[in-house]
């Protein structure tokens, strides 16, 4: 992939912060989640905030350590995406980023407690320390790959 100098720049410069607007269009019967990719420079806390959630979607979180999709979520330390919360309402959570490297987040959508197949969410990242950088989306609407949900 050929990268201009300046999203080069802003990939490979450090954030506290990052932000998307996004969507899901799982297919029938398929709890679905979009997959972004990032990377800590140092040990950090990271707070992720989904919000202006539509389409009676119901939200699922994950924070893999790696690029793995599956295994311990950080956020609950399960092998279950962490949902709490009912139709159209948003999600927030915080993780300790244990050490430097690359890290998986994936925001999902649970087919069985929401409406239909298709929605959209605001997505908000914010670390303690700047420390954040690489922050990209890596796929859209493919199947979750863990065991199920729980709260936390």
Known sequence: ?????????????????????????????????????LNF??????TIAVSSVTGSSVVRLAVFS????????????ATTDKECNGQDVGETATVSIPSAGPYSLTVGRDWGNSMLGAGTYSLSLSSTLVSMLGFTKTSSNTATQSSGYSCP
Do not use: I, R
């Open 66 to 77: 790696g690029t793995a999709l599956n295994g311990t979520n950080l956020l609950n330390g």
């Open 41 to 46: 420079n140092q040990a950090d806390t990271l």
């Open 1 to 37: 992939m050929d990268l201009s100098f300046s999203t080069y720049l802003d990939l490979s410069t450090p954030k506290s912060t990052e932000a998307d607007s996004d969507s899901w269009n799982c297919a029938p019967s398929t709890d679905c989640q979009n997959v972004y990719s």
